[in-house]
């Protein structure tokens, strides 16, 4: 709280972020979309959930009741899974640095070179496992329903594409070559990858 209003809940640091023993808006998206409720499947078996947009309506009226310091999940109304995953697309896109240490990037692309499934996956475990612990806090999880996602659906470009986006960009990187790494074909393949195996990482 500051000055009696609610803490900024999109765009703070992480490690002030990681601190807290909940993170906003973040914890709660990933609770909502990866467990079943009211006995049917989880949020992510749908098909299309992290490439069909929701309305923005949606998206704003979550985002606008999380800034007020209320938790808008609990409202059946609001309760929109393909909103969720715009909500959350849209907290990750406004965090300051990458979930991946920018000096870890040339790693977790090399460690998918191997030809062996298992070999891929333990040699990534091995990066990871250099990355910061408050970065981890976020990536961990967010890996892991993207990896339940990737498994559900026929095709996994759009989470290939959205774990390409949150290994690199940053607000503060200088190189150009991130970018067109993320657009080729091999870092596409790549990130695939990641999102099938990390369901253990």
């Known amino acids: 709280m500051v ?3 609610p803490a900024p809940t999109f765009g703070r640091d ?6 807290t023993s909940k993170i906003p808006v ?9 467990k079943p409720t009211d006995g049917k499947k989880p949020a992510y078996c749908l098909e299309g959930l992290f490439k069909s947009a929701s309305t923005d309506r949606k998206v704003n009226l979550l985002r606008q ?6 938790n808008p999940l609990r409202m ?8 969720v995953a715009g909500l959350l697309q849209a907290w990750l896109k406004e965090l300051p640095e990458p979930l991946v240490r920018p000096q870890l990037f040339a790693q977790v692309i090399d460690s998918q070179k191997h030809q062996d499934e298992g070999e891929r996956l333990l040699t990534l475990q091995a990066v990871l496992k250099q990355n910061d612990p408050y970065r981890l806090r976020i990536l961990l999880p967010l890996l892991e329903l993207l990896h339940h996602y990737c498994i559900n659906q026929h095709s996994i470009q759009h989470a290939a594409e959205f774990i390409g986006v949150l290994i690199h960009v940053s607000k503060d990187a200088s190189s150009a070559k991130p970018g067109k790494m993320s657009g080729s074909s091999r870092a596409k393949a790549t990130y695939s990858n990641i999102a099938l195996g990390c369901g253990t990482c």
């Open 3 to 5: 000055k009696g209003r």
């Open 14 to 19: 992480l490690k002030e972020l990681c601190s």
């Open 65 to 70: 009741a999380y800034q007020l310091g209320r």
């Open 26 to 34: 973040f914890g709660d998206c990933i609770s909502f979309l990866i």
């Open 76 to 83: 059946l109304s609001l309760q929109d899974p393909f909103a």
